[in-house]
């Protein structure tokens, strides 16, 4: 696996907002209902890590220990749906509250992508069976599913819950999730497709975008991190593998997940007589 790959695979709900304490609990409770590294063997054979945020723990602004993880716990999810007073009182394997099922469109796209099908199969089969929460597959086509708002589904915020590709990069994208980042008529290709907003979020990320000293920035970058796992507005489920080959006799090549390119140092590429 790359040390810091190029883009993460998330799992997010939209209009998530951080004060309201039981929506938290319940995107907690997804979190410990999945298991990431069950679709991460199946999906990637085992080569990724499962993330705590939006940036590997081998990145050196990850914000450490006092990040959030959420371990691979259906009891802990469990409990944690009843405490948002999701019940199944009826024994029907669905929770409940009150004539409400805990049940959504879990969207992505595009239909005819295997790796996609296996993914929303497998998300949804376990998110039933670790903790009676119903999230039904359903794929759109990529135009619709990422056109800005207000149309796209993701950006337009039209959709329960959703899975998508998003970016990582050499900097933590906190920005990503910034308030002013929410598309709205005004912004309308902004990138915080879950509506997220916290204050001391942004305080922190607009920090580690903007600060001239390196340790500032890496302190503000890990606090960043450390509300933004305890928000959860959106689950990292993994990060996909950079791969490359080369001869034996090729020197000098070296696997930068960052560039865009394998052959970002052609430069310095040889190929021994």
């Known amino acids: 696996m790359a040390t810091l790959p190029r883009a993460a695979a998330q799992l997010a709900a939209a209009d998530g907002v951080a004060r309201a304490v039981v929506v ?7 979190a410990h209902c999945l298991d990431r590294q069950a ?13 705590a945020v939006y940036v590997p723990s081998e990145h050196p602004a990850f914000g450490g220990e006092a990040v959030a993880r959420y371990a691979f716990d259906p009891a802990q999810g469990q ?7 999701w019940l199944d009182a009826d024994n029907d394997g669905v929770r409940e509250r009150g004539q409400r099922r805990l049940a959504v469109d879990l969207v ?4 005819e992508s295997e790796f996609r099908q296996a993914l929303l199969n497998g998300i ?8 009676g929460f119903e999230a039904g597959p359903v794929f759109e086509n990529t135009e619709d599913l990422y056109d800005i708002w207000p149309g796209g589904v993701f950006f337009g915020r039209r959709f329960d819950l959703g899975a998508f590709p998003w970016r990582t990069g050499s900097a933590p994208p906190c920005d990503l999730y910034l308030t002013s980042a929410i598309p709205t008529d005004q912004n309308p290709g902004g990138t915080n497709n879950t509506g997220y907003s916290n204050p001391e ?7 580690a975008l903007t600060a001239l000293d390196a340790d500032a920035r890496r302190a503000a970058h890990a606090q960043a991190q450390v509300i933004f796992a305890a928000d959860l507005p959106s689950l990292p489920l993994f990060f996909r593998p950079k791969l490359a080959a080369a001869l034996p006799e090729v020197s000098g090549f070296r696997l930068d997940p960052t560039a865009g390119s394998v052959l970002w140092n052609v430069e310095a590429l040889d190929r021994a007589p």
């Not at 679709?39 to 993330?51: K, R, T």
């Not at 992505?108 to 239909?111: E, H």
């Open 39 to 51: 679709l991460i063997n199946d999906l990637l054979n085992g080569l990724s890590e499962v993330p």
């Open 24 to 30: 938290a609990g319940v995107r907690q409770a997804v």
């Open 124 to 131: 949804s089969e376990q998110l039933l069976a670790n903790c």
């Open 79 to 85: 409990s944690l749906l009843e405490q948002a007073g």
């Open 201 to 207: 979020f942004d305080a922190a990320c607009q920090i």
């Open 108 to 111: 992505s796209g595009p239909a």
